[in-house]
T-cell receptor, first 115, second 110 residues
Framework: SAVISQKPSRDICQRGTSLTIQCQVD?????MFWYRQQPGQSLTLIAT?????????ESGFVIDKFPISRPNLTFSTLTVSNMSPEDSSIYLC????????????FGPGTRLTVL | QKEVEQNSGPLSVPEGAIASLNCTYS??????FFWYRQYSGKSPELIMS????GDKEDGRFTAQLNKASQYVSLLIRDSQPSDSATYLC??????????FGTGTRLQVFP
């Protein structure tokens, strides 16, 4: 599977500010995914990012709050905008594996705390 | 609403025992099923995939799938304290979206 890295690994931010999370993959991948994992909860898909097209957002997530870029086949960013304490979560970047069964693999995550 | 349900636990088993983790799902059309292990403070790690009815074994892990009952399970034989983690069941929906259960916390005590 591809090696996925994320930056920053953690951050503490003030209410009302924005944070951009970077995700780098060591090989070219078609699809990249952004998930949120709130404290004590499971993973929830925020959006799917394909290179060269607009990201597809899941119900409950909007582009104004979580703008995503996908400039090439190895990189994506997720911005968490106008943050509130409710945005405190772990944000995970993921990609598909190489099999036809669409298993997904995840980066190490970004732990965000909003004060 | 696509749903994946798991007992949150904790499931406590003694070292050397078999741990049995269960998951049910709502979408009868789902074709691919995954188990992830997540240690505290870490990201999920894929440990098993299963696509056909029956059992699939990999080392100490066995995944079991019953599509008629919409049920998937994970057995961990000879459980070790290092297996203590949260186990997430995930179901593939619409070819590229994973729906995760809430996870079962497993505790293996010496």
């Amino acid at each position: 599977s591809a090696v996925i890295s994320q930056k920053p690994s953690r951050d503490i931010c003030q209410r009302g500010t924005s944070l951009t999370i970077q995700c780098q993959v060591d090989s070219q991948v078609t699809m990249m995914f952004w998930y949120r994992q709130q404290p004590g909860q499971s993973l929830t898909l925020i959006a799917t990012a394909n290179q060269g097209s607009e990201a597809t957002y899941e119900s409950g997530f909007v582009i104004d709050k979580f703008p995503i870029s996908r400039p090439n086949l190895t990189f994506s960013t997720l911005t968490v905008s106008n943050m509130s304490p409710e945005d405190s979560s772990i944000y995970l970047c993921g990609t598909n594996g190489e099999s036809s069964y669409n298993e997904q693999f995840f980066g190490p995550g970004t732990r965000l705390t909003v004060l | 609403q696509k749903e994946v349900e798991q007992n949150s636990g904790p499931l406590s088993v003694p070292e050397g025992a078999i741990a049995s983790l269960n998951c049910t799902y709502s979408d009868r059309g789902s074709q691919s099923f995954f188990w992830y292990r997540q240690y505290s403070g870490k990201s999920p790690e894929l440990i098993m995939s299963i696509y056909s009815n029956g059992d699939k074994e990999d080392g100490r892990f066995t995944a079991q799938l019953n599509k008629a009952s919409q049920y998937v399970s994970l057995l961990i034989r000879d459980s070790q304290p290092s297996d203590s983690a949260t186990y997430l069941c995930a179901v593939l929906w619409n070819t590229d979206k994973l729906i995760f259960g809430t996870g079962t916390r497993l505790q293996v005590f010496p």
